[in-house]
């Protein structure tokens, strides 16, 4: 067995998700050095066209989204990775102050040092801290118009009301003048919502399977990963793409601490990513206190681009 790289905090949580008869392992968990790249890879394919056509939304009404939000802001970029998204913005939202927020930090730093360079006149904090569960920002953070951008529809990894919590926990941190722009996928023909989180190539099904390796990793656990199955659907009653690893045939893992039998056909549900209307979404952004301002759509009404007032 491998030797455990996982704080004990870590593998407890995790192997509390592992030994409930409906076993489920957090989503976040999917983003390991592999887990990222093959989510970038995701991003490229035909199947997923959240990020394109968000894209497109931002090209087709950048002019029109700097206009609402006014320049001068503290943009603040929920999850910003390489900062590509917000950068693309830039010359059209002219903010005083960008604020990439992302987990890993290291990234995050590489990252701003090349942006600084091409944005001289813009003022750039990065931060690494993980924000999923609420945060407070630092002084360093200007208090004047803060906007928080929270693009890529990540706000559906959470379910409605942990994302009523996140969204409140935004207004916390954001002055009486501040503002959201969030991008939202939305319902769809189920056939081409379960071909972007079942594609042809099989890369959404390596990224989900991965998660087992970074489990070995971190829990010291032996899953097989040939011994499992990608599965991914949209649930209509609970609006939502379900991801699980499904038991090839009956098997028993082990790791540091805990070992569980896995009948054949058994899950483990590794993410949902929910699906909203226009209408449903802005309820949400109501229950947290938001008021939307402008929603911005592709023609076929995949995703949304939305504005809100703190
Ligand atoms: C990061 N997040 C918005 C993606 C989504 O669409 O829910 C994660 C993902 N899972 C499978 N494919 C992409």
Not at 56 to 61: E, K, L, M, Q, V
Not at 155 to 160: D, E, V
Not at 225 to 230: I, P, R, T
Not at 236 to 254: D, N, Q
């Amino acid at each position: 067995m491998q030797m455990s790289h996982g704080s004990a905090a870590v593998i407890a949580e995790i192997s509390a998700g592992l030994l409930v008869p409906a076993a489920h392992i957090s989503p976040k968990f999917l983003y390991d050095g592999l887990g990222s790249k093959l989510f970038e890879a995701i991003c490229e394919l035909p199947e997923y066209y959240p990020t394109r056509t968000e894209a497109a939304i931002f090209a087709a009404h950048g002019a029109d989204m700097a206009r609402a939000l006014g320049d001068g802001t503290t943009l603040i970029d929920l999850g910003a990775g390489n900062c590509a998204k917000a950068a693309s913005l830039f010359p059209l939202l002219q903010p005083a102050q960008y604020v990439p927020v992302d987990i890993s930090r290291d990234f995050l730093l590489g990252a701003v040092a090349q942006l600084q360079q091409r944005f001289p006149h813009i003022e750039m904090t990065a931060l690494g801290l993980d924000f999923s569960h609420g945060f407070q920002l630092p002084d360093s953070v200007r208090a004047g118009r803060r906007v928080f951008f929270y693009p890529g529809s990540s706000i559906g990894n959470f379910s409605p009301e942990q994302a009523v919590e996140f969204l409140r926990s935004l207004r916390a941190n954001g002055g009486a003048d501040g503002g959201l722009l969030i991008g939202v996928d939305l319902i769809k023909d189920q056939a081409l919502l379960d071909a972007a989180y079942d594609d042809a190539l099989g890369v959404t099904g390596a990224f989900n399977l991965n998660i087992l390796r970074h489990l070995n990793h971190l829990i010291g656990s032996d899953f097989d990963v040939g011994q499992w199955k990608h599965i991914a659907y949209f649930d209509f009653e609970h609006s939502r793409i379900e991801m699980h690893v499904e038991a090839r045939t009956a098997l028993t893992v082990h790791w540091h601490g805990g070992e569980r039998r896995f009948e054949r056909g058994e899950r483990i549900h590794t993410e949902d990513s929910y699906k909203y209307t226009r209408q449903s979404f802005v309820n949400l952004l109501e229950r947290a206190g938001f008021a939307t301002s402008r929603v911005w759509t592709d023609e076929d009404n995949w995703f949304a681009v939305i504005h809100a007032r703190m």
